[in-house]
């Protein structure tokens, strides 16, 4: 087997040296009554060959092609990825490293994540983010419990408008250590109706995204009035960081956490993972954060350096009173976004952003003209919700065949809304792809 | 890490097993961490002391010190209400490293019970002690 | 040539990104711009980030001169112990690129995900097997994220027989992400100490075990190396007392195809496929953390799970008693699409890396036991404990000794870990690396030591040959700058 270099000379006489007679004799710590009597009964081992034609064919039998057309967002967005980033994130230097603990030969590492770090704060508008946790669901139940572990208190109020799959992870990461989860309805405007939070006295947090499941912006402003001065942490978080190219970001609107999914930044939809979950928050919060930080620092000849830094907050070191149990997050995606981040620039970034909008607009447009309801009237930015007549179903289905995927049915997460779609579109999508779905929609 | 012998220990303190020292000023008790503790934690970064007005029984945690590999208890010496704190920890964590006796103690105390006192170690004791344990 | 592989070379400068670049410049094409713009509203409108503006050169060359400061696995050994750093194949990086996987959107209509359901299926058949359990989710992300899935099962498990469980036990040689993951679900640890044989006794689990004591945490093999021996008692003691048994799987590289952990009594065990499945660790992720269970657990499995019928794959959300959802779609896909093809690609061998791995290890530590103190002097399994006992009177420190090594060439071993060994040096080579490596390894460290009775000041400043000598990390944390901006 190429990944194991021992030959039965080195074997031989390694085994003398470890004093066994054979293989097997290496495990005689292991009580007999401990042993596996069976072979391990496995496919393979395949040539690589073999491997690729075997992967090769079931990738084939995906809806993820050159042909296909899938408007869906809800969570995980088809970008493009320049070559350059692909390219530069399988160098095998920051893929085949460990974490960070040895700083010394991790610079790169390191200083790669110090401007990660740099960059979220900036797009959403924060003091300070961390080096990542998992993906944008597990870091909303993180920012719930570091909300809780603030203020002190064990109870919160989430938007029924953030993403039902975040939400129910909210319930797993919460439910066990008895918090109470109070769900903000929607209102008819697609936003979330903050009508039942007359007060946030005995909230540890009040959480909202933006945009929304919906696709539609929250008035962030609102919420940042009603928990400022209070104990409640404001939690905002996203599926969509593209949107803060173009929409101001929840920093400025008083948020104390904003916390989300960053897949849409050069990493791969990988059939929803790995993802990335970026997390930031604000300087007088920071020992209370979840997982890894990098900090600056100098080394013994005054030269400038980056160090894993605060890791007082963390498992390995203070156990079960750690701020969170993450040890490995998602560094790589980390990277990746970082790199996706700089080839874009500032400029990059916003006339992305536009282009997302103008995209989605021109298609919500088109829809609107060809006799479909846009049941919400707030603002969006890159998805949108659309009201089908009865029997479209049929319609959707057949459109399936011929490889176009028109949106996510939206009644399987909210009952009332049977006949509701929720339709992505990216820069993915030329002019003549949307004028084409739209003629297809039409029939 | 120093030899014990490269330690100061003063004698006109008390000393806990826990390696806290307390000393009587005016009717309140002075407390920090021995010259020991600073030493086996390492540079100090952060410093949580307790909140003033906090009450606590003898040998309950009131604060935390962090290195930066390391987290240590405070060990409230004897029992008592807070009635100050060191606000200059959180500037200049590095005083309890380089004064643990002076300008890096952490909190001060209303004892509930002055006789407390009396049962923590004299300095020969507590060097007694540090001697065993690393026998 | 210098034997080792640790030389000088020329390091390249490369300042941060926010101090380069030009307003103006593009590193990306843009797609082009087939549409009016549309109207907006303007008082919605942000600034956007302050991302500097840099050409793809720019780009390309700063992560490239970063890139080249780092270690990582394919630079060289990298004996971490616990961790598992071996080799992490090339083919599955083309496997997890393939446009069909890399491309999938998780809301795919079923009939359009068939290929990533099959191989999901197909992988918790596998990973069933190599582990002797029942039922796998692979929906976790990483080790720890399994270990929370793991006590959430223990939670929902004590909740269905209606009673409440407030404590766990967990030995003093865990990984710090046990009693974490632990106090997540509300268990307050009760921890337990290893015996002189470094191994947990019967004895001390039956005296800490009760009826509100939900079950146990074991590492097995443990961190120290070694294979819990008394397994089948300590879980025969938890289980008579209506506790269960959970593994932490870390360590499963050392008895693929020699122990089957369901049928010595374990209940719950996690794997790392970023360890024993060979996915890059990626400088701290992305990775996962398969949870597998018995069959009396598996109602309580995260959703949703990926269901066969008559070769079609489906993913069902019908599980009433599972413990909920832990990721935001179905784990990490492109970990699993590696970890699936390394397996077809070794099949059955298996059991060969497992047996390697403890052959390296058993081999390292004979060749070294002579130069540093061995706590326990026994055989280990996939990696060895070592400390710095023997360097103490020269005031030279398992910190030290490591940071030296880099300058030879290698990566440091995982050092102060376990707690139970005062200055450990944890060692773990992994299959894959050869003998002379190994060889050169243990030269290597020989190296250092002989020099910590001749210059320890060098060992105290190492290493020497780096982009940047040892950190001022104390500064960093009193102070921490966390951002450029």
């Known amino acids: 087997m190429r990944y194991l270099p021992q030959t039965e000379e080195d074997i031989a006489e390694m085994l003398e040296v470890a004093g066994a007679a054979d293989l097997e004799g290496l495990f005689s710590s292991i009580p007999d009554a401990c042993r596996r009597r069976t072979d391990l009964n496995l496919p393979g081992p395949l040539t690589e060959w073999e491997l690729n034609d075997a992967m090769s064919s079931m990738a084939s039998a995906m809806g993820a092609c050159h042909e296909c057309k899938v408007y869906i967002g809800a969570g995980s967005y088809e970008h493009y990825i320049p070559a350059s980033v692909s390219y530069l994130l399988g160098r095998s230097e920051f893929s085949t490293s460990y974490t960070p603990y040895q700083p010394e030969i991790s610079q790169g590492t390191l200083q790669a994540v110090f401007e990660y770090q740099s960059f979220v704060a900036s797009l959403l508008g924060m003091e300070v ?315 | 890490m120093k030899e014990i012998s490269e330690l ?128 | 040539m210098n034997e080792f592989g640790g030389t000088t070379g020329l390091i390249l400068e490369e300042p941060l990104l926010t101090e380069k670049g030009k307003k103006g410049r593009m590193g990306m094409s843009l797609p082009r711009r087939d549409i009016e713009r549309a109207p907006m509203d303007e008082t919605l409108k942000g600034e956007g980030p302050r991302l500097p503006d840099l050409s793809e050169v720019e780009v390309v060359r700063h992560y490239t001169r970063l890139s080249t400061w780092n270690f990582g696995v394919d630079t060289g050994l990298y004996p971490l112990g616990s961790c598992t750093m071996k080799y992490n194949p090339k083919t599955n990086e083309r496997q997890a690129a393939l446009t069909g996987f890399a491309g999938a959107h998780p809301l795919l209509p079923e009939k359009l995900s068939q290929g990533a359901l099959k191989i999901m299926y197909e992988l918790e058949r596998f990973l069933a097997e190599i582990t002797g359990m029942d039922s796998v989710s692979l929906q976790p992300s990483a080790g720890a994220h399994g270990e929370f899935a793991g006590m959430l099962v223990f939670h929902a498990y004590h909740k269905s027989k209606g009673s409440n469980r407030t404590k766990i036990i967990v030995p003093d040689t865990a990984h710090g992400t046990n009693p974490a993951s632990a106090a997540l679900c509300g268990f307050s640890p009760v921890n337990v100490k290893s015996n002189e044989r470094g191994v947990l006794s019967p004895e001390a689990i039956a005296a800490v075990m009760d009826e509100q004591t939900a079950g146990i945490m074991v590492t097995n093999p443990n961190t120290l190396g070694f294979f819990e021996e008394n397994i089948k008692e300590i879980a025969e003691i938890v289980h008579a007392r209506g506790g269960l048994v959970y593994a932490d799987g870390a360590n499963m590289n050392a008895v693929m195809g020699i122990v089957s952990m369901g049928d010595i009594g374990i209940d719950v065990l996690h794997l790392n496929l970023h360890k024993t499945f060979s996915t890059p660790h990626g400088g701290g992720g992305p990775g996962a953390g398969p949870v597998c269970v018995k069959r009396h657990l598996e109602r309580f499995l995260p959703v949703p799970r990926v269901v066969e019928q008559g070769g079609r794959y489906r993913l069902s959300y019908d599980f009433p008693h599972s413990i909920g959802k832990l990721h935001a779609f179905y784990g990490n896909v492109g970990i699993m699409i590696r970890a699936y093809s390394y397996i077809l690609s070794l099949g059955p061998e298996l059991k060969r890396v497992s047996q390697l791995a403890v052959l390296n290890a058993n081999y390292v530590k004979e060749k070294l036991k002579d130069t540093l103190h061995l706590p326990y002097d026994r055989p280990c399994m996939h990696e060895c404990v070592f400390s710095d006992k023997l360097q103490a009177p020269l005031k030279v420190t398992t910190l030290d000794m490591v940071k030296r090594l880099i300058d030879y060439g290698f990566h440091p071993p995982t050092i102060y870990f376990p707690l139970v060994v005062h200055g450990a040096i944890m060692i773990e080579p992994t299959e894959t690396e050869s003998r002379e490596e190994i060889d050169r390894f243990i030269r290597a460290f020989k190296e250092v030591v002989k020099e910590a009775g001749e210059d320890p000041e060098r060992l105290h400043k190492a290493p020497h040959s780096t982009k940047v000598r040892r950190l001022d990390e104390t500064a960093a944390a009193r102070n921490p700058r966390l951002t450029c901006f």
């Open chain 2, 8 to 135: 100061l220990f003063p004698d006109d303190i008390r000393y806990t097993k826990d390696h806290e020292w307390a000393r009587l000023e005016d009717g309140t008790v002075r407390i920090g961490i021995s010259d020991y503790a600073q030493d086996q934690l390492g540079d100090v970064v952060f410093v949580e002391v307790p909140e003033v007005g906090a009450t606590f029984n003898r040998g309950e945690e009131c604060g935390t010190l962090e290195s930066v590999k390391a987290v240590g208890s405070l060990y409230i010496p004897v029992s008592g209400e807070i009635v100050a704190v060191n606000n200059d920890l959180e500037e200049s964590p590095a005083l309890v490293n380089s004064a643990p006796y002076g300008g890096g103690w952490i909190a001060e105390v209303k004892p509930s019970d002055l006789s407390e006192l009396d049962t923590l170690m004299s300095s020969k004791d507590y060097l007694e002690m540090l001697k065993g344990m690393t026998q």
């Open chain 1, 129 to 443: 983010a961390n080096a990542s946790l998992y993906d944008g669901a597990s870091a909303l139940a993180e920012a719930l419990l570091m909300a809780a572990r603030v203020s002190r208190l064990k109870k919160v109020a989430v938007s029924s408008l953030i993403h039902p799959f975040h939400r129910r992870v909210v319930r797993t990461y919460l439910e066990p250590a008895g918090f109470e989860i109070v769900e903000l309805p929607g209102g008819p405007d697609g936003r979330t109706d903050l009508g039942k939070l007359r007060s946030v006295e005995g909230f540890a947090a009040v959480a909202v995204q933006s945009p929304n499941f919906f696709g539609c912006i929250e008035d962030l402003a609102a919420v940042g009035n009603l928990t400022r001065d209070s104990h409640a942490l404001f939690v905002a978080s996203f599926t969509e960081p593209l949107a803060y190219g173009l929409y101001k970001s929840p920093g400025g609107f008083g948020a104390d956490i904003v916390c989300g999914e960053g897949q849409s930044f050069g990493i791969p939809q990988s059939y929803g993972g790995p993802g990335l979950g970026m997390f930031a928050s604000l300087k007088k919060h920071v020992r209370s954060m979840p997982g890894r930080l990098v900090g600056e620092t100098t080394d013994m000849d005054g030269r400038r350096g980056f160090v894993l830094t605060l890791a007082t907050r963390e498992q390995h070191i203070r156990r079960e009173k750690a701020t969170s149990n993450i040890c490995t997050n998602s560094g790589l995606c980390a990277v990746t976004s970082a790199m996706y981040m700089a080839s874009l620039g500032g400029t990059g970034l916003r006339e992305l952003a536009r282009l997302n909008y103008d995209k989605s607009e021109y298609l919500k447009k088109q829809l609107r003209g060809a006799g479909f309801a846009i049941p919400f009237a707030s603002p969006t930015f890159n998805e949108f919700v659309v009201r089908f007549p009865a029997g479209f179903e049929s319609t959707y289905e057949r459109l399936q065949e011929q490889r176009v995927v028109a949106g996510i049915p939206l009644a399987a997460y909210y009952p009332e809304l049977s006949g509701h779609y929720l339709l992505c579109v990216t820069e993915t999508k030329s002019k003549r792809d949307l004028d084409a779905l739209a003629g297809m929609l039409k029939v």
